[in-house]
């Protein structure tokens, strides 16, 4: 029997390429620099791919790869990789999370103290032949506020480091609950508004997403304290760059440093390369040969259990589980994530704890799967692409996130439920879905019972119980181009609260939504996207 051949397309660390071919199991070749034509040509032959962040494995390279069973992806982001497509082609993509938090941290705190101490543009005065002291004059980060915007693995860090400096620290994160800002002993800002104006230094950890793209724009970079400093090391689109160039030239902001970009590699002619208080570096977050080293053992070992024993670690797209368990559990991991997924949407925002209830025949199995992957869907706000199956629950406990499991042996109308209820501050939010035969379902929000495809746009209503609304709704959605696919209606009482429930054909915009909000008997209006 042939041995399986893998590609290392992307530079790792030698101890990870031995590590591969240790045991002589496995035929692997090192092919650096591939053009996309190039790789297309040859990854028919390969059942495992290894990359960093220079090769794209998108949807044309997937396509060509008839025997690829794994991609692995030394490193955290899969930003390079068509997960959709690998998923369709039944491609097992992993990551190494975590690999890079001690790499990312120190790096971006070495920046900040290149800002506060003009580090680079005093190094390049004094090799040009210049003595100018005057000219380079800093700040101290001692009793200095730092805001650090997404507490995570590497945010953590940063405010360990920051807290020994003396700095206070203040932290912006949605999904951090109090009990954990404590623990860090950071302290927690409910908005990014009301951080912004207090801080001297600002640094950035949150994944790129819909919600966090350009959350330091223009206007928000205008709220900023005069002389702020700020550092991203995380992704490229987080802050406005046309925004950031105008406020350095106009010294509001006092310095920056950016290892990441909107484009990558930084293109030759942008403004940013002539900014004297800026300090550029080219992604070199993970760029340590501890991080390397470590990046690279990791995703050998994982695509040597994938390949040779069918153990799955650290994948994005598919549970850690075996064939067998898969069997059983499969159609109820893709329910449990849309669950979390509708939950994460419509419950507030800081959250205290989630409990994951199983009732009826589904206790019959091992549950574990279902509830990595309620997380998975639950947190994909909070932690972006990073968040998968296997480093959910630990991420979860990052953030201060209390999650249990219960179970109950029957389950009234249904021969098993899925209910999720999530717990903050400000109440309570829940979620169930079931199987109708093999067809999931939504059939309770809020413990109000309901009917909805847990697909797609899903539009839930709250309002008075009174003739004629369903009827104002459906004009209004036609008016505005908005098909209905499906309708549930629940209401407690006779002219008493009312839930309904849409599954739309499009999202709705933002003047339906106001028209909607504008009636005096609706009182919520909620759009969820699966």
Known sequence: MPKPKVLVADPIAQRGIDELAAGGSLDVTVKLGLKEDQLIEIIGDFAALVVRSETKANA????????LKLIGRAGVGVDNVDVDAATRRGIIVMNTPGGNTISTAEHAFSLMVSTARNIPQADASVKSGKWDRKTFVGVELYNKTLAILGMGRIGTEIARRAIAFGMRVLAYDPYLSPSRARSLQVELVEKLDDILPQADFITMHMPLTAETKYMLNKERLAKTKKGVRIVNCARGGLIE???????????????????????????????????????LTPHLGASTA????????EIAEQIKAALLHGEIRNAVNMPSIDAKTLAVVGPHLALGEKLGLFLSQIAAKRLLSLNINFSGKINDADTTPITRAVLSGFLRAAGGASVNVVNAPAFAEQLGLKVTESRESSVGDFAELIELTATGESGWCSVA????????????VNGRHVEAKPDGVVFLLENRDRPGIVGLVGTLMGRHQVNIAGMSLSRDTVGGQA??????????GEALMKELLAESDISTAQVVTL
């Not at 350095?248 to 002619?269: C, N």
């Not at 879905?433 to 309770?444: A, M, S």
């Not at 849409?502 to 999202?507: M, R």
């Open 290 to 297: 501890e991080a390397q080293e470590g990046v690279g053992i």
């Open 499 to 508: 839930l309904t429930v849409l599954n739309l054909d499009s999202v709705p």
């Open 433 to 444: 879905g079931t199987f109708f035969g093999t067809t999931p379902r939504i059939v309770k």
């Open 60 to 67: 044309k390279v997937i396509e060509a790869a008839h025997k």
């Open 241 to 279: 760059e046309a925004a950031l160039i105008d406020a350095l030239r106009s010294k509001h902001v006092a310095a920056a440093a950016l290892d990441v970009f909107e484009k990558e590699p930084l293109p030759a002619d942008v403004p940013l390369r002539e900014l004297p208080n800026l300090v």
